[in-house]
């Protein structure tokens, strides 16, 4: 992304898109992860060691399986959820009702790139499938340590690349072949689940971003892989 224009109208193709195939997201997820999904987000959850009481800020929030998966611990934790796309939060909201957890949830329309949250809000930021599709990665992390207060954890869940070889090859063609075919068969959208590997080639690989959360400001960074890396747990710390 260079100019401001790109930017801009880069997350506006984004934001599109996800307002597109929100109806279908959750199923999508559940079927062409194998129900894996569920389970990168729980151990997601539990790289960021919550507290009872404290301030959780969920980015690109999407449905909110993150919030909702923070807020069925139990633990009296206040958790804000932002994501740009007003119908992915309108479903969210949906379930956070269905499950009754809406004391403890809130959501709001916004950009990861401009968070409307004053610095040191947060004890801990999660993101989960959202920062790859943002249109300044770099931006995202530093508003990501801004809003942390000292001492505040950031857990990003995000798909990176099997490295070992026979993999490699399954998981190409089941992410470049089978998951495009059958997203855009289920969701209508014949972009959506095309861009998904693309934007997956196009991310650094753990130890590039690696590099760019410690960029941001964060401290004993770290990454892990999940499921022979075809996703990945990076943390970073916040220093007081
Ligand atoms: C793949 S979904 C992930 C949703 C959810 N975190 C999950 O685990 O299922 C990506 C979400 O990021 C949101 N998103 C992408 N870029 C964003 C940005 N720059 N600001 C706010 N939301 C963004 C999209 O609207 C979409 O809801």
Known sequence: MHSIEDTAAFSRQIQRMFTAIAPRYDFLNRLLSVGQDRSWRKRAINRLALEPGERILDIATGTGDMALEIASRN?????????????MLDLGR????????????????????????ADDSFHGAVCAFGIRNFADVKLGLREFHRILKPGGRAVILEFSKPTNRVLKSVYNWYFDLVLPKVGSLISGHNDAYSYL????????????????????????????????????????????
């Open 94 to 117: 949906e379930k956070i009702k269905e499950n009754g957890y809406d004391h403890d949830v809130s959501f709001q329309i916004g950009s990861a790139e401009c968070l409307p949250f």
């Open 75 to 87: 633990l009296s934790v206040q958790i804000s959820g932002i994501d740009f796309s007003r119908r």
């Open 197 to 240: 590997p693309e934007s997956v080639a196009d991310f650094p690989d753990q130890a590039e971003f690696v590099s760019w959360i410690k960029d941001a400001g964060f401290q004993k960074v770290s990454f892990k892989e999940l499921t022979f890396g075809i996703v990945s747990i990076h943390y970073g710390y916040k220093g007081i």
